[in-house]
């Protein structure tokens, strides 16, 4: 007896979701959101806070000494250790600022030198002029109305006033969350630690410490590599006889601030100041920053970060093009200490979960 086979439909799954489910996922989504609106709201106040914790690591390993070498009060370790800081940077700003201010000055004054001969065509930087008609290219953008919204309408008074507002503000509350920072920093981990069970606080406890490691001695790692290659500058181009030397040293400086891409911006900024001096003073500044910047690469980041900060150079490049995007040169500066955090978590997470899988077998499990 022959049966008669119907067409094979593939069997169908029904699924279902929660209601509670649904809800949840809704409720993290609109959590998140709120979230990037907090952080894009507060964003200026989030970035001053970035930059107390980055003084205060810089700062504590001082207090920590202190409190090592007789001092019994945190508190007055770190009040010692913040006047001292003031005082070093009062005395530093009463030496420098006077020539810096004049140097600046002077800088300010000779830019329209340089503008009428680049228009015309004529001394070192002429050529840009009469082979790519920079002027004309300049004019054209700003005839779209860069400068018209710039100098406009817009109170350009009032914006200057407020911005020193702003910046004497940012200073003096950044200069109260460093101290604070320093006071009961310690106090708040503590208190953080205590949130977590027994049994897994010397975990965190180690994870912690290592981001203590890693975030403090790139803080006081840069700083350092920064000030060498601002003093190293200065001798340099003082010796050059390139006006601007004490200007251009402090620049060097800020600008070295800023992982990979800021020593460059800084050699290209000084090596063109030197070639505008004279063609010899230029080659011999460049042929500097080529060679002071392998120096800095291979020898000084090595010693001075030692064990802190292991990153291969394509992280740091990856770090800090996502930092500068998200938050411009702050976020530039924080993106290897973020990065090397986020590289001792996975580490860490990655350690425990082989041992809980425990050897591969046929391995030995003695070590």
Known sequence: MAHTLGPMH???RLVQFRPRAVLVVLGIILAAFIMIRV??????????IGVAVFLALALNPAVEWLLAHGVKRRGLAVAITFICA?????ALAATILPTIISQVNDFVDAVPGYVEDLTAGRGKLGFLEREFQIV???REALAEGGATKLLGLSGTAFAVTKSVVTAIVATLTIAFLTLFMLLEGPKWVERFYALIPEEKQPRVRGIGDQIYRTVGGYVTGNLAISLIAGVASTIVLSALGVPYALALGLLVAILDLVPLAGATIAAVAVSTVAFLDSIQSGIIVLAFFIVYQQLENHVLQPIVYGRTVQLSPLAVLIAVLIGAELAGVIGALAAIPVAGTIQVILVDWLTHRRRRRGPPPGEPTTV
């Open 10 to 12: 593939p069997q169908e």
């Open 39 to 48: 952080v894009q709201a507060a964003e200026g106040v989030l970035i001053w």
């Open 86 to 90: 003031i005082l070093a940077i009062a």
């Open 136 to 138: 004309e290219r300049v």
